[in-house]
């Protein structure tokens, strides 16, 4: 059953299990993962095949009946269909059109183009975009006018309208119905994240439209106002694009890496899925981080086109900013709940046969998170990691101010975005270790150093009072972060797990 086999399933799958190992499949063999194996794009073609034919059921039955036949003339499934589930899928469309880079990511043969064929694919390629910014333009205007058009915009029609009264009307209109709109689009992949960033470019392209209005006006105070504050804006959304792409840049580089140095080192298999787990999100995260960058660059031109409108009255274009501000408060509000964890992560937990989950924070402390409780505190803390210095390390995190703490080079490190850990309470367990470079067991893997070292995780007591800190097996014992600097110590445990 060579289909199966491909996805790693049984013949008895589901249409669900079949899905999910199709998306673990895909960003576990793609080309841009496996810069080292020459056969990787025909491992995901493969993978594209398989998945085309099972998850169509009168294919699945002919191909369960007589085997692969003719299925492969069949036009089988683009995998950027495959990366645009991972981010929204089709609910976003409206917002922000297809992600030319996911389609990138599906042409996985190289071919040498000359000067010619370069130029016109650029060309066709600056089409599509216009094409595309043009047609959110007037999808933008159309959900905007659910506030702009509620009540009479020619001033001589307004005269018996309380227009303050009719215009905040309108505006309790206009997010109860993006609020609802929200809540299911925050549901999808990604979907909180997507909607973060459509939010933060509406209210910069916003805030600066309306400046410019003041300034158009001629009013001194307000165009001294508005000037320094589209000048205050602009450079933060320029800030804003820098560091995004240096995010992305760093994130593909540190793949190549960890692939390089991390996986191809290891033997133990155990220890080989958790460095699978681990560069497998990172690939997931580089992507998103482009797509992220193009979404951005996408809506700027759509909020430009819309908010400068030359056809439009200047009336018309103020309530356009006014609405879009509304909007982007709006989608910038949204956040996850405990219910939400990334179902990625869950999939790709479950494909690698790990008891455990490393998931963004998100303010709610999940049931299955690793904890414990200080009863001479009054605190409960998590194993947490995040990024420090060019690796992850793990550490512990305070819920209840939202810190997460580590250590490094002798000194302690709080960050404010981190991941935590999620598991199988029955197959994790804390194990008594005074030489990390004898650990018994199979340690959790919390993170690494910069040059890809393993970090584990441990458990340390402090005056009585439990931490959470790390150790690797280059350390001879464990370090965690208090009161500004960092510990060691010589007894303490390490999670591991069964």
Not at 122 to 146: D, G, N, P, V, Y
Not at 284 to 306: F, G, P, Q, T, Y
Not at 448 to 470: A, R, S
């Amino acid at each position: 059953m060579e289909y199966y086999d491909v996805l790693g399933i049984k013949a008895s799958a589901t249409s669900i299990e079949i899905k999910k190992a199709y998306r673990v499949m895909a960003l576990k063999y793609h080309p841009d993962k496996n810069l080292s194996d020459p056969e990787a794009g025909e491992k995901f073609k493969k993978i594209s095949e398989a998945y085309q034919v099972l998850s169509n059921p009168s294919l699945r039955a002919e191909y369960d009946k007589n085997g692969k036949t003719n299925n492969s003339n069949e036009p089988f499934i683009d995998p950027a269909d495959f990366f645009k589930q991972q981010f929204g899928g089709d609910n976003f469309s409206d917002f922000i059109g297809d992600i030319s880079t996911l389609n990138e990511l599906s042409e996985t043969d190289i071919k040498i183009k000359t000067e010619e064929e370069k130029e016109e694919e650029m060309r066709k390629k600056l089409e599509e975009r216009q094409q595309k910014i043009s047609t959110l333009s007037i999808k933008l205007a159309e959900r905007l006018s659910i506030y702009t058009h509620s009540f009479p915009l020619d001033e001589s029609t307004n005269k018996n309208i309380n227009l303050k009264e009719s215009s905040e009307n309108a505006m309790t209109i206009l997010k109860e119905i993006m609020k609802d709109e929200a809540e299911v689009l925050k549901k999808e992949n990604y979907g909180v994240e997507i909607l973060h960033t459509i939010g933060y470019v509406y209210q910069s392209k916003a805030k600066l439209a309306q400046a410019q209005y003041d300034v158009d006006n001629g009013a001194i105070h307000r165009k001294v106002f508005g000037l320094t504050n589209k000048l205050t804006e602009s450079l933060k959304e320029k800030g804003h694009i820098i560091s995004g792409t240096v995010g992305t840049y760093q994130t593909s580089v540190d793949i190549k890496q960890f692939i390089k140095d991390g996986m191809l080192s290891r033997e133990n298999q155990e220890h080989l899925a958790q460095l699978e787990y681990e560069a497998t999100d990172k690939c997931i995260k580089a992507v998103w981080r482009s797509s992220k960058l193009e979404i951005e660059s996408i809506l700027r031109e759509v909020c430009d086109n819309v908010l400068y409108d030359e056809t439009a009255s200047t009336e018309l274009k103020r309530r356009r900013a006014d609405a879009l501000l509304a909007i982007g408060i709006v989608f910038c509000s949204v956040g996850y709940t405990s219910s939400d964890q990334p179902q990625f992560q869950q999939q790709l937990q479950q494909f690698l046969g790990l008891p455990y989950v490393w998931i963004d924070y998100n303010g709610t402390v999940p049931k299955n998170a690793i904890t414990t409780i200080s009863n001479s505190l009054g605190k409960t803390f998590i194993v947490a990691r995040s990024s420090v210095k060019g690796g992850v390390h793990p550490g512990y995190a305070d819920p209840r101010n939202g810190n997460f703490y580590t250590s490094y080079f002798g000194k302690e490190i709080v960050c404010k975005s981190f991941q935590i850990l999620i598991c199988d309470p029955e197959r994790v367990q804390w194990t008594p270790c005074n030489d990390p470079s004898n650990i018994t067991g199979n340690p959790v893997l919390g993170g690494y150093e910069k040059d890809n070292t393993p970090l584990y995780c441990c458990k340390i007591m402090h005056n009585d009072v439990p931490y959470f800190g790390k150790t690797s097996v280059k350390a001879s014992c464990a370090y965690y972060g208090l009161d500004s600097k960092e510990h060691k110590v010589n007894e303490f445990e390490i999670l591991t797990f069964k």
